[in-house]
Every structure is written in C-alpha cells, then in structure tokens.
C-alpha cells in the first residue's frame, strides 16, 4: 500500500506547481497586455480596422480620432528626423509636444461623445470636435512645411557643393587621360621630338598645379 504521508506530499506537490504555474500565466499576460496597450502601431491598427467596420456617428467619431492620432504622429515623426538629419528646428519640438497635449483633450471629448446617445448632442457637439481635429491637423502641416523646407536648402546646398566637385573631379580625370594617351604617342616618335613633347607636356602639368 502507498503511505498516505508521501500520497499527500506528491498531492501538495503538484497543487503547489499547479498555483506557481497559473500565477506566472497571469504575470505574463499582464505585462503583455500592458504592452499591447502601450503599443502605438497595434492601437492605430485597431483603431483604423473598427473605424473601417463602424456605422453612423460612431464612424465619425472614430474617424475624427484616427485622423488626429495620424496627423500629430506625422507631425512627430517630421519633427525627430530635423533633430536626427541636424536640420534646423527651433522651438519645433515644444511646439509639437502641445499640439500632442491638444490633441490629447480632444480625443477625450471625442471619447465622451462616443458614450453618448443623444442624437441631438451629437448633431450639435461632433461639428465643433470635427474644427477642432481641422485645426490641429493645419498646424501639423505647417509645421511639417518648416520642416521639409529647412531640409529642402540644406539638400540644394549639399547638391550644390556636390556637383561643383564631380566637376572638379571630372575634368582632373579627362586631363590624366589626355597627357596617358600624349605619352603614348610619344613612344612612336624619335627621340629629339620626344623629349620636346615631354618638355611641353610638364610644363603644362607644372601650370595647372599651380595655384
């Protein structure tokens, strides 16, 4: 017969690792939906698939929020690659982070207005959210303009200076040809021409190395 003291032990056993294992499940799925949540690129996901599937003012009220989620990350985004490229930005990033903090406000009132019922409050109030959404999204855009505009002279500038060196570069590679294909005429020549040529042809060299 199995002693009952080690059928308990065994039994305690696996209770114990039964409630270790289903604790350490529910850490893990807690930390991952506390990412899933944080998470900006699934969230837009979301939103755009239910703004897709939505009807009637809910639609616009998604809408409305998925427009102002994409216009102040576009905004962003403009803003760090003037900070990563060393173009010029200014206040733009302050700027940006209100713009982000206006936004915020107006999502929540954008949320309220998806708990509400009343088709009249709706009628009324989603107009004033939609001008709100309008605004931010203008500013967004002027400020995304300053940045492509800064970008834009500091590229002419580089293409600039670039293209000035290619040409530099080019025409000090046409005259190694010419004096590589001079030489090799020479070999055919006698030799009193020979050195005269070669006389002519350092000189030359001697002229457009000097400054």
Do not use: C, F, W
């Amino acid at each position: 017969m199995v002693d009952v003291s080690v059928l308990a032990e065994i039994l305690i056993a696996l209770a114990a690792i039964m409630v270790v294992s289903t604790v350490t499940v529910i850490v893990i799925a807690r930390v991952l939906y506390r990412r899933l949540r944080r998470s900006r690129a699934l969230n837009g996901a979301v939103l755009r698939v239910r703004t897709r599937v939505s009807v009637g003012p809910n639609h616009e009220i998604l809408r409305l929020r998925l427009r102002l989620r994409e216009s102040l990350a576009s905004g962003q985004a403009a803003v760090d690659l003037a900070v990563q490229s060393g173009g010029p930005h200014g206040e733009l990033q302050r700027l940006v982070g209100r713009l982000r903090n206006e936004g915020t406000r107006v999502e929540s009132q954008l949320l309220l207005l998806a708990t509400e019922r009343d088709p009249v409050v709706l009628r009324e109030t989603l107009p004033v959210a939609s001008r709100r959404v309008d605004q931010i999204t203008g500013l967004v855009g002027r400020v995304r303009s300053v940045v492509a505009a800064g970008l834009g002279v500091r590229t002419d500038d580089t293409l600039t200076t670039l293209g000035a060196d290619v040409d530099r570069e080019i025409a000090a590679v046409d005259a190694g040809v010419a004096e590589l294909h001079a030489l090799t005429l020479l070999d055919g020549l006698p030799t009193p021409e020979r050195t005269s040529m070669q006389q002519t042809s350092a000189h030359r060299l001697d002229k457009r190395s000097t400054p």
